[in-house]
C-alpha cells in the first residue's frame, strides 16, 4: 500500500449537461472519482482502536456510483474529470480514491456534495467594427484568422446583409490553420432569410468545441449572383493584432488581406481548465 494522500482544493466548471471537476492534492498519485446522486449511507459498526473496542463508529458508504479516472496520465498532483449527464440542479456527491504506482493510496478527505448551478455564463470575444466589404456566394466566403488560447466556444456570429434574392443557404465552419482540418461546419439559414438590414446571425456550437491556437472561422454561401448575393462585413485598417481577414476562394485556396479585419462575435466558456 502506497502513501495516504489528501485533496487540497476541489473546483467546478458547469456547463448545460456536464461539470468539469478539477482538484489537487498533496502528493502525486493517480485519482479515481466516484459520483453518485444517491447521498452517502453510514452504517455503525464497531472498530478497535489502540486495542480498544469502540462501538457506534461510523463507516460512510457509497451506493450507485459510478467511476471515472482523471484525464491526466500517470501520478499527479492536478486532476481533472468530466462527469456527465449533469444537468441544473442536480446534485452529487464525489469521493476520491488513489493509486501511486499501481498501489492503492488510502485518501484522508471527506467526501464533497455539489449542486449544479446552470452553466456559466458565457464571454463574447469580438471584433464589431467594419463596413460592408465583399460577398459570400457560390461556396466561397470570407473569415478571419487569429489565435485562440485554450477556450471552449459556444457560438460563432457574424455580421451579414442580404442583397436582392439571392438562392441557397449560408453556413459556418472553423478549420484548423496548421493542418486546414475543419473541426466544426453548421447551417445557418437560408440565404433568403438573412435581413436587408445589417445584423449579426449567430450559430450555437453544439456540443461545444474546446480549440488551441491559430484557427480560420468563415462564413460562406451556397447559392447567389450578381446583385442577389449575401455580404460581409469588415475594417478598413487593422485593428486587432496578430488577427486578420481572408477570402476563401470556392477551390478550397485561401487569399490573406493582413490589412483588414473581419466583423464577428465568438462566445465561449470561461472554464480555465
Known amino acids: 500500500m502506497a502513501y495516504e494522500f489528501a485533496i487540497l482544493a476541489i473546483a467546478y466548471c458547469h456547463y448545460l449537461d456536464n461539470v468539469r471537476v478539477r ?22 459498526l464497531p472498530r478497535f482502536i489502540r486495542g480498544i473496542r469502540m462501538d457506534g463508529l461510523g463507516y460512510w458508504c457509497f451506493v450507485a456510483s459510478t467511476a471515472i ?16 449527464d449533469w444537468y441544473l440542479p442536480d446534485i452529487k456527491y464525489l469521493v ?3 493509486t501511486v504506482l499501481s498501489l492503492d493510496s488510502p485518501s484522508i478527505s471527506p467526501y464533497f456534495k455539489h449542486q449544479h448551478p446552470g452553466a456559466d455564463p458565457a464571454i463574447e470575444e469580438s471584433q464589431l467594427a467594419g463596413i460592408t466589404w465583399s460577398s459570400i456566394l457560390q461556396g466561397a466566403g470570407w473569415g478571419q484568422k487569429l489565435p485562440i488560447p485554450t477556450r471552449t466556444l459556444t457560438a460563432l456570429s457574424f455580421k451579414l446583409k442580404r442583397v436582392g434574392t439571392p438562392t441557397g ?57 450578381a446583385g442577389n ?45
Open 23 to 44: 482538484t489537487t492534492t498533496n502528493s502525486a498519485v493517480h485519482l479515481t472519482c466516484h459520483y453518485t446522486s444517491v447521498p452517502p449511507r453510514i452504517h455503525k
Open 69 to 84: 479516472e482523471q484525464d491526466e496520465a500517470g501520478d499527479t498532483k492536478t486532476h481533472t474529470f468530466t462527469i456527465p
Open 96 to 98: 476520491f480514491t488513489g
Open 169 to 225: 443557404y449560408v453556413y459556418y465552419q472553423i478549420k484548423r490553420t496548421s493542418d486546414n482540418q475543419q473541426l466544426w461546419e453548421e447551417t445557418l439559414t437560408d440565404s433568403i432569410n438573412i435581413s436587408t438590414t445589417p445584423a449579426f446571425y449567430t450559430i450555437p456550437i453544439d456540443p461545444p468545441i474546446t480549440l488551441t491556437g491559430e484557427h480560420r472561422i468563415i462564413a460562406l454561401a451556397t447559392g447567389g449572383t
Open 229 to 273: 448575393l449575401i455580404n460581409i462585413f469588415a475594417t478598413l485598417t487593422d485593428v486587432k493584432p496578430n488577427e486578420h481577414l481572408f477570402f476563401k476562394h470556392a477551390s478550397g485556396a485561401y487569399t490573406p488581406h493582413p490589412t483588414h479585419d473581419m466583423t464577428y462575435i465568438y462566445t465561449y466558456q470561461p472554464c480555465p481548465f
